[in-house]
């Protein structure tokens, strides 16, 4: 099959990234050092292409047809062992070990499945930086900080493992096809692992109701004595909204509320999912 005649589906969330500024502005963000590369949705090649003159890379494509058509492209860099291709859906091979070696995560993500993925790379003590394009909206909120609007669960978990920024914000003119949003490549450097699942438990909780109070929030799921209590010793206001909070103050919160329920505390239990 040749690259012309490819037809873009939409059901794989493909929008192929045309614009080489962007490409080379992908590729001089990447951390300096000496790990693998994973591209999550090579498509088209038109990144790996970049990729693979600077590093290693580990390729996921779900789609047979694109499969078939990298395999023919790169067919030197496949034989060197510079290029491997996994065909197949990247969340199904990541139930185990992606890959059994540090590496970053650079691609231009599908974005129907990328908050997933990066939730998943930023969990995976394998995976040291992140290096993606997203749906700009996302994008803000990987890399919000404390008292932005959009501040919440995903920026926490972020800061929690290190540290984030926007590299370029694209608009739909620089894809094929073209999508209705706009896009962002931002970076995350991870400087620790740290993934905790009911740490994230607890932040989807105080975030259920983002512009309601925090204490309101939380007081679904623990005891309202414990967490005055606890919001006192850190002098946190009670009217205080989720968003305005650190994300070290969440940790401490986190910890606060842990050691009061051991003390002899119960949760509430009518938690609302
Ligand atoms: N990297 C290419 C580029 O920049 O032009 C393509 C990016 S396109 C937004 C997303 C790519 O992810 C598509 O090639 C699509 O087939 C692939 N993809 C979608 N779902 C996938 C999955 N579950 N596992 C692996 N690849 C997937």
Redesign the pocket.
Known sequence: MKKESIVA?KK???????DENV?RKIVEAMPKNDNKIV??????????KFLVDVKSVEA????TD?CKLLQSTFKKEIATKRLHIHC?????AWQSELVDEPYDLV???????ATNIILKALADPMCKNILV?VQLEVAEKFCAKVGEKVFGSLGIITQSVGSSHIVVKVPPSA?DPQPKIDSAVFLIQKDKDRSDKSFEDMLRVAFTQPRKTLMKNLSQKYEKNLLQEVFAAQELVSTIRPHQVSTSDYHQLYKLINKGSLDGRRETGNTKK
Not at 60 to 63: G, S, T
Not at 107 to 113: D, F, G, H, R, V
């Open positions: 589906k794989f969330g493909q929008n192929f990234l045309k490409l591209e999550i949705g090579p498509g088209l090649g038109d990144l790996t996921f494509e779900v789609d694109l197949g859906d990247v969340l199904k691609a231009n993500l599908p974005y129907y499945i394009m894809f």
